[in-house]
């Protein structure tokens, strides 16, 4: 499959090396045609690789990762071009991050909005499915390295594009369909983008390290009596 990846930080570097490696063809996108990030990324991909502007990856690709800075994502989609998006199934994994107040960072959409839920107002026929957010970049693409039965969340208004984007977790990052859980249409994303967080304090306060994730456990309503 042709796939496009937005953004050339060290998400875009894993999510397409991963990519590239099960056999696909992906174009790292970015603000400049010659982006230095993204040439030594596809050199060291290998010939599957190439990069180019947010456009020509929008363009090339039949898929779409938007990892891109959250609160920079509407810009980068508005350089892919309208007409690059639509119709396209587009897996945003952002989180809308503002560090520019130092360590722990601010949301800069939280409540009763998100990053998910912005791309998908703006671009009514993409079809926007929130995954992957809620862990760090290595556990996206080998969830073994978490030991356990944890979780991704997945939302999104068109189910079609939900149920495929569950099966290429599962064919191409290794998650088992058990460990999706859907939280429904795009106003999920509230939930996943406010738990960063939460996964931050986490990680520095009592983990250490980012190599971890939640397990959910259900147990049974009691009765009444
Ligand atoms: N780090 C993790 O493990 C992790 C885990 C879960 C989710 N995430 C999320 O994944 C996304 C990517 O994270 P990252 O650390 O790889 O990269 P990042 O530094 O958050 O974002 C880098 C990308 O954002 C683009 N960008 C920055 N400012 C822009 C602007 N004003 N207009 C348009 N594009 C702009 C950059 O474009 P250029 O290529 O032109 O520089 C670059 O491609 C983020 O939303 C992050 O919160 C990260």
């Known amino acids: ?42 050199a060291s991909a290998g010939p599957r690789a190439s990069y180019g502007t947010f456009a020509d990856a929008a363009s090339f690709a039949e898929v779409l990762f938007n990892c891109t800075a959250g609160a920079a994502s509407l810009a980068a989609l508005e350089m892919a071009g309208r007409q ?25 959409v939280c409540n009763d909005d998100s990053v998910g839920e912005q791309i998908q ?8 499915v929130k995954a992957l957010n809620t862990v760090t970049a290595p556990v996206m693409v080998n969830p073994g390295l978490v030991p356990g ?20 977790l599962v064919a191409w990052f290794g ?23 939460l996964w931050i304090r986490m990680m520095q306060q009592s983990v250490g390290h980012p190599f971890f994730n939640i397990q959910v456990l259900k147990g049974a309503p009691p009765r009444r009596s």
């Open 149 to 168: 039965d944890h979780v991704l969340f997945v939302a999104g208004n068109d189910r079609g594009a939900k149920a495929r984007v569950s099966e290429w």
């Open 84 to 108: 690059n998006l639509a119709g396209k199934v587009l897996i945003d994994l952002s989180n809308p991050l503002d560090f520019s107040r130092g360590m722990p960072p601010t949301l800069t």
């Open 175 to 197: 998650w088992t369909p058990g460990r999706l859980l859907d939280l429904g249409d795009i106003t999920g994303a509230r939930g996943m983008e406010m738990y960063l967080p």
């Open 1 to 42: 499959m042709k796939i496009g990846v937005l953004g050339t930080g060290g998400v875009g570097e894993t999510i397409g090396s991963k990519l590239v490696s099960v056999g696909h063809e992906v174009r790292m996108g970015s603000r400049t045609p010659d982006s230095e990030k993204a040439k030594n990324w596809a």
């Open 121 to 128: 107002r703006a671009y009514p026929d993409l079809r926007v």
